[in-house]
């Protein structure tokens, strides 16, 4: 979905005040998911557990168990923000994985 | 390690030797290039079948006047992204008419069997038995190629011609 | 254009059928992620920002109204109503779904279309002249033998597990409209003396992290020796190729290590070994395929057909810069070569709809032979338009937004999908391209020719090298910055582009192009392109223009 133009306004610097959380590309139809605990994979980010720094690498790894075939392609790690307690990515490359392209797509035709 | 061979899973009657390992008369077994190079007065003397371990960096065509000692060439695909080998199947089968056993040893998909018969290679190392159970049928599964190859099947411009 | 016999079409349905059983053990856990990487790539497929993307193979660009309609409708059916072409002439569809992908296959094999090897470590696409067999300036077809090199590309066992992905262009006129000095193998077909035709031969070329121009490795190659001593060619780099550096594993640099020479003896001497090949191409082999590229009846052009046509240039302004800009001379009287402009200011650059693709697909029939094409610079061509037709298809297009006259000219931007889709990139290009291009379009007819190329990252798929001007996505600490090249060049007289100074930020980038255009402008003699004026004036007025305090 295409979403207001965006700038690029400069990260807050990595810290251990960001949190993490873990995400990766479906595997059925590669559309960008959360981990949201529990086994279970959600495509809103807002939804993603969030963890901090010192429990990322055991979020990851709960992330990636089960039984091939996993439904998410190579899970990885990313930090975020909270805004009104929800995670919202701090890479421009991830806010464009959980919200879309920045442009609108094709003529209107 | 057992081999996909003639269509079959079968057991290697190979042995393949370390270059400290003796070498007695009528074993069947294969030695590396460094050994080949540096005892071949006497390997080439030796009764028995012989083999090389051919190691994906080396130029075939510098073996040229030796393929006769061998009843087999094993070649090495350390990743399976590492087409090298490819190249010196064709020119061992092509160029130099080697005509015993061509071996694919190491990182071997199955999608890429075919692909291998096609430079001439007839012998595959099965790492994992279970999953190999399905290969017999990969080597089957294709019978249209756009290039001439090395495994006497007909390729397109071939069957063009004969179709007149 | 090249229709498929029943080899070729079995062929495509084998491979459909093999393809289907791959997704099948992926989807059942049968086959990991890395394995499966390597098949799906060779099919095109691959795994974006937002989805899967899937590369479809346009060979040389060539199109027809059957495949541009099906294309249009694996575009709703499957994405989301459009498609982006790209700079190696094929088309990419940006929101797939990797379980839909057997049947999206299956459907364009059965319009004779495939996406195999538009990825992957082998021969890619060979790309051409878009204006191959019309244009006044040919020497000879070239698409005859892309075809050619198609077939023997295609799933060559010996060739599939290169070092690193492998592009050949071909071009057969006195104007290189295919960029072949930058790419790895690149054919310019020669007569010799003899009138016989052949190819010289050039090795090494490609952009990306280390940019080079290709050499000449033969000057001179008899047609039918081309596939041998391609092949000869492949074999060295597949041998020797770099395979502990992914950006040091490129033919380009084995050339460099080893220099023209060394690599020429290396590749003649293969060569001669091959005397004998079954790959050498027969006359009647030739000639079969060329038949397939036969050109069309044309129509002889009656005697009023200028006069109208005058007429309404005349009386229509608009139409006239369309004309004098969208349309190249044809061997044909009485006919153009038309360039249809993907590049709307303000829009996504080679951007098209299923709708437009429907539309073009009837223009197509009714007024070019039934022939469309695609060009590297993300543009479509309509090969064979009567010059009396002009007004009539020009309104056409004019009501689907088709119809911008700025072919070649500064609103007319390359540029790669950027981070707006791809996982490679570090920085947006679409949003500069949208952004310039809207800026530049009322400036486009006072500019004249200028090329520029948006790249996102150091891969350079927007060909920012050989811009004009080229400006390339970089990410600093989390920031888009961009660098600007400038004086590059694709056609015959290739040259790389040359940086300028540091990167700008994103909001400045429009000044900057601005000024770089000013110096342009101001320092330009009569009939003077850009890269010329560089050359002429050196750097050194860009560099001022651009970093100098205000």
């Known amino acids: 979905m295409a979403h207001a133009q965006k700038t690029s306004t400069p990260p807050a610097a990595a810290s251990p005040e960001t949190r993490r959380i873990v995400t990766g590309n479906r595997l059925r139809d590669g559309v960008p998911v959360y981990f949201a605990g529990d086994g279970r994979w959600s495509s809103v980010v807002a939804e993603a557990r969030h963890v901090a720094a010192a429990e990322a690498d055991a979020l990851l790894a709960e992330a990636q168990a089960g039984v091939p075939p996993h439904p998410v392609v190579a899970p990885y790690l990313i930090e975020a923000v909270l805004r009104d307690h929800h995670p919202h990515p701090l890479s421009l490359r991830e806010e464009i994985r959980a919200f879309g392209p920045t442009v609108q797509a094709a003529p209107a035709l | ?9 079968v057991e290697d009657p190979w042995r393949h030797l370390d270059d400290a390992e003796s070498l007695p008369d009528g074993q069947v077994a294969t030695v590396s290039l460094r050994r080949w190079t540096a005892e071949r007065e006497a390997l080439s003397r030796r009764p028995g079948r012989l083999g090389l371990r051919l190691p994906n960096d080396a130029s075939p065509l510098a073996l040229a006047d030796d393929l006769a000692s061998f009843d087999l060439v094993t070649l090495a695909f350390p990743r399976f992204t590492d087409g090298r080998a490819y190249s010196q199947a064709r020119l061992l089968r092509a160029r130099l008419g080697f005509r015993g056993e061509l071996r694919a040893t190491g990182n071997v998909l199955r999608d890429q069997l ?9 012998a ?29 099947h007909p390729w397109i411009a071939r069957q063009r011609a004969l179709a007149g | 254009m090249y229709r498929y016999d029943e080899f070729d079409r079995r062929f495509l349905e084998e491979r459909v059928a093999q393809y289907r059983d791959q997704v099948r053990r992926r989807l059942a856990g049968q086959l990991s992620e890395d394995e499966f990487r390597l098949l799906r790539l060779m099919n095109g497929l691959y795994l974006q920002l937002h989805a899967y993307m899937l590369r479809i193979a346009i060979p040389y660009g060539t199109l027809s109204p059957e495949k541009l309609r099906r294309l249009a409708r694996i575009a709703r059916r499957y994405d989301r109503g459009y498609g982006h072409f790209t700079t190696r002439q094929n088309i990419q569809f940006n929101w797939i779904k990797l379980e839909e992908t057997p049947d999206i296959l299956a459907e364009l094999a059965e319009i004779e279309m495939h996406s195999i090897q538009t990825s992957g470590n082998c021969i890619r696409n060979t790309t051409a002249d878009p204006f191959a067999g019309v244009a006044a300036d040919e020497i000879e077809d070239p698409r005859p033998y892309c075809e050619i090199i198609r077939q023997w590309s295609t799933l060559h066992p010996e060739f599939s597990f290169l070092p690193r992905k492998f592009k050949i262009a071909v071009s057969g006129a006195a104007e290189d409209r295919a960029a072949v000095r930058v790419h790895d193998i690149g054919l310019y077909i020669r007569r ?35 596939l041998p001593y391609l092949e000869a060619i492949l074999r060295v780099y597949n041998a020797f190729g770099r395979r502990d550096n992914l950006y040091k594993s490129r033919i380009k640099i084995l050339v460099q290590a080893l220099g023209i020479e060394k690599m020429r003896d290396a590749v003649e001497t293969e060569f001669a070994a091959m005397s004998e090949s079954p790959l050498t191409l027969p006359d009647e082999t030739i000639a079969a395929i060329a038949a397939h590229f036969a050109p069309p009846a044309y129509d002889a052009p009656a005697a009023e057909d200028e006069a109208v046509l005058g007429l309404a240039l005349a009386t229509t302004p608009a139409l006239a810069r369309w004309v004098e800009r969208n349309t190249a001379p044809h061997r044909a009287p009485g006919h153009a070569i038309v360039t249809v ?54 309104r056409r297009l004019g009501e689907a937004g088709l119809a911008t006259a700025n072919a070649g000219l500064a609103s007319d931007i390359i540029a790669c999908p950027g981070l707006d889709y791809c996982s490679l990139a570090n920085a947006r290009s679409i949003p500069i391209a949208e952004r310039l291009s809207r800026h530049l379009a009322a400036r486009d007819h006072e500019i004249g020719k200028l090329h520029i190329k948006i790249s996102g990252c150091i891969n350079a798929c927007g060909h920012h090298h050989v811009g004009h001007i080229g400006i390339l996505g970089v990410d600093k600490n989390g920031v888009e910055f961009y660098q600007i090249t400038v004086g590059g060049s694709a056609n015959e007289n290739a040259a790389l582009g040359a940086i300028i100074g540091p990167a700008v930020p994103s ?24 890269p010329e004026t560089c050359r002429r004036v050196g750097l050194a007025p860009f560099k001022e223009a651009l970093y100098a305090p205000a």
């Open chain 2, 124 to 152: 595959f190392e099965v790492g994992d038995r279970a999953l190999a159970e399905d290969w017999p049928r990969a080597l089957r599964e294709l019978d249209l190629f756009y290039q001439p190859a090395e495994d006497g």
């Open chain 3, 192 to 226: 010799n003396e003899a009138g016989e035709v052949g190819f010289e031969v050039l090795v090494g070329g490609g952009l990306g992290r280390t940019p080079i121009i290709g050499k000449t490795i033969r000057p001179f190659l008899p047609e039918a020796q081309l």
């Open chain 3, 507 to 530: 909001a400045e980038v429009t000044r900057a192009i601005d000024a770089l255009i000013e110096v342009y402008l101001r320092l330009r003699r009569q009939g003077e392109l850009f």
């Open chain 2, 1 to 9: 390690m057992p081999l996909l061979k003639d269509g079959r899973i």
């Open chain 3, 341 to 394: 402009s993907l590049k709307p200011p303000g829009r996504p650059p080679g951007d098209c709809s299923a709708t437009q693709m429907e539309l073009l697909a009837e223009l197509a029939e009714t007024y070019s032979h039934g022939e469309i094409r695609v060009t590297y610079e993300q543009n479509l061509v309509l090969p064979h338009v009567r010059r009396s037709d002009l007004p009539e298809l020009w």
């Open chain 2, 114 to 122: 075919l692909f291998m018969r096609r430079c001439g290679i007839d």
